[in-house]
Structures are given as C-alpha cells and as structure tokens.
C-alpha cells in the first residue's frame, strides 16, 4: 500500500502542480488582457483628452482675440471722440481768431490783396461776392474789366467768392473755406494718429 500511496501522491502532487502552472498561466493571461485594455483606454482618453485641450484652447484663444478686437474698437472710437474734441476745439479756437482778424485793421488790406488775386485767376468779367459788411472795404480795389462786387449772406467769417460763368470757373476763397481745407492736415499733422 505504500507504493500505492505514493503513486496516489505523486499524482496529486502533479495535478496540483499542472493546476498551479493553469492558474498562472490564466493569471498571467489575465493581466497582459487587463494591461493591453488598460493600455488602450489609456490612449484613448489620453486622446480625447489632447482633442478636448486642443478645442478648449482655441475656443478660448478665440474668445480671448474677440475680446481683444472688442477693447481695440472701443479704444479706437474712445481715441477717435479724444482727437475729434480737440480737432473741434482747435478750430473753434482758429475760428475766433479769424472773426478777430476779419474784425481788425489788417483784414481791410488782405481782403483788397485777395480781391485782385482771385479777380485776376478767374479773368475777365469775374462775379465777385463778399460779405455786405466788407463791400464799403473794397470800394476803389483796381479789378480786371467788367469785374462786378456782389454782397453774400453766406459767406460767414469773412473772405470772397468768385464766379467767371464765361469760364466755368469757381472758387470760394473764404476764411472759413480756408479753415476747413486745414481739416485734414491738422489730423495728419497734429500728432493725434490713432494706432491701436
């Protein structure tokens, strides 16, 4: 019986040994299978992941260029109100000066200098128009033939308006003419650039 007790162990021995070596092999199975889904759940949501920053970061690049094209607009339109306001003021302020010196003692002399000049630009049988008050200020100014003094209401600070119809010519020679011709060289001129 000894013999066969041994036999009966060795036989048990084996099968617990083909058993573990089952198990270990399941075992090992099992984990490479846990490692590879692991593995590619992994890439998978490190993917999404990427993707999702990838997004949200455009989303908020994007977001963040609207934003900032928004506050430049509205520095911009600020600036712009700025540089008009002082545009406006300056020119106010030139505009008194001009009334000032439409009302002084040179104003007389320029305004018979500019009467012969334009007079002369214009030709023969120029149409001249000044302010009613300036008339009496142009009385005896030598102008080319057939040249005729007329009074405009419209003419504001002072200065002339010529016509030769024969010509087809115009021009306004006004101070207030003058003024707003300045316009555009005092924005261009003045320092008050708007770059944002």
Known sequence: ????????????????????????AIRAETERTIDSQLEETRKAENTRVERT??????????????DLSAARMAARATLAAQ?????????????????????????????QTEAVALA???????????????????QGVKLPAGATLTADDTIGIGGLKGRNAAKGLAADDTLA?????????????AGLEINI
């Open 1 to 24: 019986m000894n013999e066969l007790d041994t036999r009966a162990e060795r036989f048990l021995a084996s099968i617990h040994a083909e058993g573990e070596a089952a198990c270990a």
């Open 53 to 66: 920053l990838r997004f949200e970061t455009e989303r908020a690049r994007t977001r963040a260029n609207r």
């Open 120 to 138: 002369e630009a214009l030709g023969e049988n120029v149409e001249l128009y000044a302010r009613k008050a300036d008339l009496p200020l142009l």
């Open 177 to 189: 003419a003058r003024l707003d011709a300045q316009h555009e060289w005092f924005l261009q001129n």
């Open 83 to 111: 540089r008009q306001q002082i545009a406006d003021e300056t020119f106010a302020k030139a505009r008194e000066q001009l009334a000032a010196f439409a009302a002084g003692e040179k104003y007389a002399a320029w305004l």
